[in-house]
């Protein structure tokens, strides 16, 4: 059927038009933990495919400034090429109730009408009567009357918005009745009937009696505008000014009443007396028109001149005069110079149309000429000129002149007329416009009426050409793509399709249909984008016949009456002409969207439907049927066999890979849900008073054709199955690749469809509950949360499926709360929005009213299985849990003593949320930064935190009932808290045996901790991060468990850490502990005997150093103006240090040459030169002090207390020759016997002092070669030896007698004797030494 349906075009030139996108992502077979970010990876993609269709609508076609910017005229049009191009039919004709026809034909009074279409009324004025006729109803008695006060007639009646808080509430509107004399004001309420998708709300009016009228001193108000926040202006008929009618709620003594009229333009003097102080000028103004989104006034006047005013919103009571553009004929002949229709005489403006800053960002007035002239103003001198639609503008500038058709055909001619002078055909006549007058304008759809004779009109209208405007034909070749441009700028020229419609009746209003909902996102004039998504627009006409309904015709109107000519004449000639028009994705699309039944297209037989093709007004019978199942079949077949095929193709010619080109099928399915979603796709989910930003009627029609794309895929899934006929039969020569990724491509779409459809479902179904009290009840990040989703990221984010769930979690905890089952309200969402409530959320659903039976049960058996089964539930849903959720779980099992639920469930979710142990790997790691796992550690920590917080609350409950005395309750909270901790700590998750740690440490008394019995305590005292609490525990369990070495080797470490900030003291105690745990050791082996003894002497040795290091600090502290700023002093403070750094930093620095001698001492290193110039030093330190012998023996003897018999730290060879030469230096000045008592004090024996001294006397050796230097330690020797002596018998004296060598010094007194004789007579001396040597010979 397909081949042979020859609807077919060049296969070949629509696989060049496809798009190109990278080919998406293969699915891989995973396991259903990563389902969710293998679905939202399929959203993702279908989502950047959803987002270049609306970027490629958005640039389609050029904002109307941008086609006329640098254009001074034009005045290009095409004409329909058959009925099925028409561009506006009149849709529906809805006839004036007959009663008042009657009344106008009974009383023949003065009258008037107009549309107030803000109510869906049109207005009649007979004399003082007001009727107010609603066309929607439309029936014979669907009218209201209003006539109040004497019988002065009504000339003109307008609706604005009422000032808030002025009158009630429900008066939304007023009335403005204008009379010669006066003017009254009556409140309007007009509320809309009950949303429904494609229905037409009915509004009930109300009146409401205001007792509001002012006098107008005998001017007839001929225009009257109102502005959003309720301000009334309005022109008279004899003067060239601007009213304000001002009301308050309240009487005013300055105004006399509740309402006062003031000019705002003109005399200020006026503004108290119009009536005798009103200007004369015959400038009058006769139209005023709002353009609220840039503040701005508009006012033409009698002579065609034009005048805006700035109407700021920080000043309420000023209409202030910005620009007044005179000479408009001058400046457009300048434009377009040689027209005729802007002849001075001939030229006449008849209404004007302001542009909202919505439809155009330049553009802001249309003003229409009696010749059909339409005329384009901004507020730019030039283009390129910014401009801030907040700021009040300066100038208003002519920029564009429209002419209007001339060769668009007479409608009342006869096209086959016979000339009968020649007997040929005749021409056929071309229409001239001329007395064109009341005019709408919207969005670039233009009407303008003109009159035939005294019973009919015509209408003039116009559409923009969007193919030849827009870029609709990416693709093709240039020759059929090829557009009007300017020869200027090489820019598309304004095209647009004329049309005359003849109306029953002369014409009164023409104004927009705002009864058709504004479809949200529409983007300028581009009506192919919302053709699919709403209505068509459409004007309301009054004439004294009725009103007519005339609606635009869209383009897949046309192609789907172009279906219906194919289908009777098998000619595809017409449709490949609207092929090569709009391009291949336009018109692919348009089939897709027929052959899918879309609403807006084919609309359901109902009452009030506002869609094109349906009857707008009650009563009336549809004009065309809705679609029947052969264009539906026909579109289908065109969509089929115009789809080309998928294709790989290079990226580039440098080898820079491969991609998929995509066939037009899955291009134009893109595009088009694409525009079904726009309305919605980037708008807020809610707004900030958390209702739904989008009405149910509009969300329920988007669903509606989303369901109908969906069946209508389903129903046919050969469009995007390799090798079938929607290929073009086998597929031979296509690539296998190229079909699959399309293939996922399309269901990718097809998916984001769905969840599309389920998440309106899901939206609805919160309206339904009352969506602000549900979602107020929910928490307040869950609430900002979804005031800022998008349904885009409601859709494809991570974030917004998270919110979704809290949402559902939230209704269903509110349902329960209302006793509604979970089956009940579970059973809704499955059915509505599945997606959104799977089987597994529906298990912890069942599982949450377990709970809550619990709560209902009193202690025992039955509310114990009750917490198992709750507890078996939410284990087995717990890949669905979310943090939330499973905290209340935790505090409900908390509450409920269930203290094996509240850590068993946390500790199986953390399981579940890391099944692949990314965020366990990433802790055993040390957590580095920068890491992807970080996330999964994150995850189970926060289950663990419910664990932590359930013990928290119980110890906080115990605590609280021991200060109530109830010491019951208290133990069993107590040990509800003592058994949960019992359950946690037999699980082998290190990872949570850390977190429970932590807290443990983290009390005022950490001893928990010390009493669990785990391995993986251990494990936890040492992984990172350390802290010295933990390493601390660390030893103290090593020493419990009788592993001292393990103990002290910690403790050596931690003497060695420079991450606690230690102190001195604190580092010497750890290694004092350290050596003694050493000590305490048995050893094993050799081995390990030989490596601990290497520790010990390490430790012992660092101890050694330690202590000098803590000595060099105690003296160095007070040496230092400010020691705790010093950084010496801190850095001293802070590490252990070795002998080298000491020795140079610090002794070496500071002169502490003791503390040099000991470090030479600990380190047992022999530098006798080093040694000699460190006591050369000392010598030197004391000899300006006036007491430097005893100062000088004092140092040498305490070091010598200190050192000896260190040989290398106290060299008594070097230091006893050291101070008998220091003695003999200064001569009698030195006390006798001075050298050996230092010396001897300094703990070294009196007898090896002797022999040092001895050996001095006989060395020989400079300056003891000098007899008198002998002399004088024989004299030193003789008085050291007789104290010892003297001493040693005396009673009680620290020297032995027994101790004293006496036959050593016996012979040695001889030996001194015998000297005597060759050093000189020393009476003293000799004397000395013979009284030693009878005192030894009779006592020993």
């Known amino acids: 059927m397909y081949a042979n349906s020859g609807m077919a075009t060049s296969s070949a030139s629509l696989q060049a038009s496809g798009s190109v996108f990278p080919r998406p992502s293969v699915p891989q077979d995973t396991d259903h933990s990563s389902s969710l970010d293998a679905n939202l990876a399929a959203l993702e993609s279908a989502k950047r495919a959803i987002q270049t269709y609306l970027t490629k609508d958005d640039n389609a076609v050029p904002e109307l400034s941008s086609v006329i910017e640098g254009q001074n005229a034009s005045s290009t049009y095409s004409n329909p090429r058959n009925e099925a191009w028409i561009p506006f039919v009149q849709q529906k004709r809805v006839a004036l109730p007959q009663q008042i026809l009657d009344d106008y034909g009974f009383a023949n009074p003065h009258s008037t009408m107009g549309i107030l279409s803000d109510i869906d009324r049109v207005w009649i004025t007979m004399n003082h009567r007001l009727y107010l006729w609603d066309y929607i109803e439309g029936g014979s008695s669907s009218f209201e009357t209003y006539e109040k006060g004497d019988d002065e007639v009504i000339t003109h009646v307008a609706l604005v918005p009422a000032k808030r808080g002025v009158f009630i509430d429900a008066i939304t509107h007023v009335l403005v009745l204008c009379r010669r004399l006066s003017l009254t004001l009556v409140g309007i309420s007009a509320p809309p009937g009950p949303a ?183 507020h730019r001198s030039y283009y390129r000129l910014a401009s801030s639609a907040d700021a009040a503008p300066s100038t208003l500038n002519l920029c564009h002149v429209r002419l209007p058709p001339t060769d668009i055909l007479d409608p009342f001619s006869d096209p086959h007329s016979i000339n009968p002078q020649t007997g040929q055909i005749n021409q056929p006549q071309r229409w001239t416009v001329r007395g064109a007058g009341y005019a709408a304008y919207e969005s670039g759809l233009f009407i303008a009426t003109q009159n035939i004779d005294s019973t009919d009109d015509i209408l003039l209208c116009t559409a923009p050409d969007l193919p030849q405007i827009g870029n609709f034909k990416a693709g093709q070749d240039s020759s059929a793509q090829q557009q009007q441009q300017s020869p200027l700028t090489s820019k598309p020229l304004l095209t647009e399709i004329a049309y005359l419609l003849p109306v029953m009746g002369n014409v009164w209003s023409v104004k927009p249909n705002p009864a058709i909902p504004a479809v949200p996102n529409a983007y300028g004039w581009n009506e192919t984008i919302t053709q699919f998504s709403g209505p068509p627009p459409s004007f309301l006409v009054l004439t004294n016949d009725g009103l007519h309904i005339i609606t635009r015709k869209r383009p897949v109107h046309t192609i789907w009456e172009l279906f219906e000519r194919w289908m009777r004449a098998r000619d595809s000639a017409e449709l490949n002409d609207f092929f090569i028009t709009y391009g291949p994705l336009q018109t692919s699309m348009m089939a897709l969207a027929i052959a899918s039944d879309n609403f807006y297209i084919s609309p359901p037989d109902t009452l009030y439907s506002p869609v094109a093709l349906d009857a707008i007004l009650t009563g009336s019978s549809m004009t065309v049927s809705p679609i029947s199942g052969g264009v539906r079949e026909a579109a289908k077949i065109f969509y089929s066999e115009n789809g080309g095929r998928p294709s790989i193709v290079e990226q580039n010619a440098y080898g820079g890979g491969t991609t998929t080109r995509y066939s037009m099928r899955y291009e134009s399915l893109a595009a088009y849900f694409s525009r079904l979603v726009r309305p919605l796709w980037k708008a807020k989910i809610t707004t900030a008073t958390l209702v739904s930003n989008i009405s149910s009627a509009n969300l329920m029609s988007v669903q509606r054709d989303l369901e109908r794309l969906k069946v209508f895929l389903s129903s046919n899934p050969q469009f995007f199955i390799p090798g079938s006929a929607a290929y073009g039969g086998t597929g031979i ?49 869950l609430q900002q949360a979804l005031s800022q989703l998008t349904y885009e990221d409601f859709l494809t984010t991570k974030s917004g499926r998270e919110t979704a769930r809290s949402l559902v979690n939230g209704v269903i905890n509110q349902q329960i709360s209302q006793q509604v089952s979970v089956d009940a309200i579970s059973e809704i969402l499955q059915a509505r929005c599945s997606s959104f409530c799977s089987a597994d959320d529906v298990m912890l659903y069942k599982a949450q009213e377990q709970v809550r039976k619990a709560k209902e049960l009193h202690p025992g058996r039955e509310r114990a299985s009750a917490l198992e089964e709750s507890l078996r539930l939410f284990e087995k849903g717990a890949k669905n849990m979310t943090i939330s959720r499973l905290q209340r779980i935790c505090r409900d099992y908390q509450e409920l003593s269930f203290s094996y639920g509240f850590v068993s469930l946390p500790l199986k979710c953390a399981q579940v949320l890391d099944v692949d142990g990314l965020g366990e790997a990433y802790f055993d790691d040390g957590c580095p930064p920068n890491d992807s796992r970080e996330e999964a550690l994150v995850q189970r920590r926060a289950c663990y935190q419910c664990i932590v917080d359930a013990l928290k609350e119980s110890e906080v409950a115990a605590d609280t009932a021991i200060a109530a005395g109830q010491t019951q309750k208290a133990q069993e909270l107590t040990d509800t808290s003592n058994n949960a901790i019992a359950f946690a700590i037999r699980t082998e998750d290190f990872v949570f045996h850390s977190f429970l740690y932590d807290w443990f440490l983290s009390k005022e008394d950490p001893s928990m901790l010390t009493e669990v019995e785990h391995p993986l305590v251990e494990k936890y005292l040492l992984h990172e991060p350390q802290t010295l609490q933990k390493t601390e525990l660390l030893w103290q369990l090593y020493v419990r468990n009788g592993r001292s070495m393990e103990a002290a080797r910690t ?6 850490s420079v991450s606690y900030g230690l102190a001195l003291d604190q580092r010497i105690q750890y290694l004092s502990l350290a050596i003694s745990n050493a000590k305490s050791t048995s050893g094993d082996g ?130 006893s020759e050291a101070l008998e030469t220091y003695a003999l230096e200064f001569g009698t000045e030195a006390p006798p016997g001075w050298a050996l008592r230092v010396l001897a004090d300094g703990n070294v024996p009196n007898e090896l002092v002797l022999d040092y001294f001895d050996r001095i006397k006989d060395s020989g050796v400079p300056p003891y070669e000098d007899p008198m230097a002998i002399r004088r330690v024989l004299d030193d020797i003789t008085y050291f030896l007789g104290e010892w002596l003297d001493d040693a018998l005396r009673p009680g004296s620290r020297h032995s007698r027994a101790a004293f060598p006496a036959g050593k010094a016996e012979a040695m007194v001889d030996r001194y004797l015998s000297a005597f004789r060759g050093l000189g007579d020393d009476v003293i001396t000799k004397r000395r030494l013979l009284d030693i040597q009878n005192k030894v010979r009779s006592r020993f």
């Open 196 to 378: 429904a998708a494609g229905i037409q709300r009915r509004r009930e009016l109300t009146i409401y009696e205001t007792d509001i009228t002012v006098p107008t001193a005998n001017q007839d108000m001929l225009s009257v505008v109102g502005t959003p926040e309720g301000r009334i202006l309005m022109c008279g008929a004899n003067d060239g000014a601007i009213f304000e009618l001002e009301y308050q709620a309240k009487e005013s003594w300055w105004s006399g009443g509740r309402a006062s009229l003031k000019q705002r333009t003109g005399s200020s003097v006026g503004n108290l007396l119009p009536s005798l102080f009103a200007s004369n000028t015959s400038d009058e103004i006769t139209n005023l028109t709002f353009d609220n989104s840039r503040r701005c006034l508009y006012a033409l006047t009698s002579s065609y001149t034009i005048i805006m005013y700035h109407l700021s919103r920080d000043s309420p009571n000023v209409v202030r005069e910005i620009f007044r553009m005179n000479n408009i004929a001058m400046q457009a002949q300048t434009r377009c110079p040689g027209a005729p229709v802007l002849e001075p005489k001939v030229f006449k403006i008849t209404d004007i149309h302001a542009v909202d800053l919505s439809e155009s960002r330049d553009i802001t007035l249309v003003a229409l000429t009696s010749h059909g002239v339409r005329l384009y103003f901004n």
């Open 733 to 781: 020569g296509v690539s296998q690749e190229a079909w699959r990724a399309e293939g996922i491509a399309a269901t990718q779409l097809q998916t984001l469809m769905n969840q599309t459809i389920e998440a309106i479902s899901f939206v609805l179904l919160l309206s339904d509950y009352n969506m602000p009290v549900t979602v107020g009840k929910m928490e307040p990040a």
């Open 1051 to 1056: 403790l050596a470490a931690l003497a060695d």
């Open 1086 to 1215: 050799l081995r390990r005997y030989e490596a601990d003894g290497e520790f010990l002497k390490d430790s012992e040795d660092k101890l050694d150093v330690a202590t000098i290091q803590l000595e060099i600090y105690t003296r160095l502290v007070p040496m230092v103006i400010n020691p705790d700023e010093d950084p010496k002093v801190q850095d001293l403070a802070s590490r252990l240090m070795t002998l080298q750094e000491l020795f140079m930093d610090y002794a070496d620095a500071y002169e502490m040459n003791d503390m040099k001698l000991l470090m030479l001492h600990t380190s047992e290193h022999d530098d006798p030169s080093l040694v000699i110039s460190i006591w050369g030093a000392i010598f030197n330190s004391h000899r300006d002090r006036p007491d430097h012998f005893t100062a000088l023996g004092f140092s040498v003897s305490e070091l010598g207390r200190r050192f000896y018999p260190s040989e290398i730290a106290f060299p008594i060879d070097i230091l």
